[in-house]
């Protein structure tokens, strides 16, 4: 069974800092993308940053600049680094990853989700 946990999230002011961190474990033969969401009260999941399983990052708009993406492949985690925290950085944050895992018959690759982490910022 795989699983993905997430932590880092809190309460910080604008301006502030906070890493959260993801962490994959169980059966599991590879992971090809990971990524960061974030759905905030009243709107839709949103892509946050990404990155491939060779290093390629990629980021939203809003926090090109400020938040920055890593992993390490050797413990199976993605890193979320955000730096100048705004306000409307205010929602739960996701961590995805594209994993292929053994299956009683073969392997499958799939979607897979953590429970979220709230990360609220004060004005």
């Known amino acids: 069974q795989v699983q993905l946990v997430e932590s880092g999230g809190g309460l910080v002011q604008a301006g502030g800092s906070l890493r959260l961190s993801c962490a994959a474990s169980?059966?599991?033969?590879?992971?090809?993308?990971m990524g960061w969401h974030r759905q905030a009260p009243g709107k839709q999941r949103e892509l946050v940053a990404h990155v491939t399983s060779g290093g390629s990052t990629n980021y939203a708009d809003s926090v090109r600049g400020r938040f920055t993406i890593s992993r390490d492949n050797a413990k199976n985690t993605v890193y979320l680094q955000m730096n100048d925290l705004k306000p409307e950085d205010t929602a739960v944050y996701y961590c995805?990853?594209?994993?292929?895992?053994?299956?009683?018959?073969?392997?499958?690759?799939?979607?897979?989700w953590g429970q979220g982490t709230q990360v609220t910022v004060s004005s």
């Open positions: 995805k990853a594209r994993i292929t895992a053994p299956q009683t018959m073969g392997v499958m690759t799939s979607d897979y």
């Open positions: 169980g059966r599991i033969f590879s992971i090809n993308a």
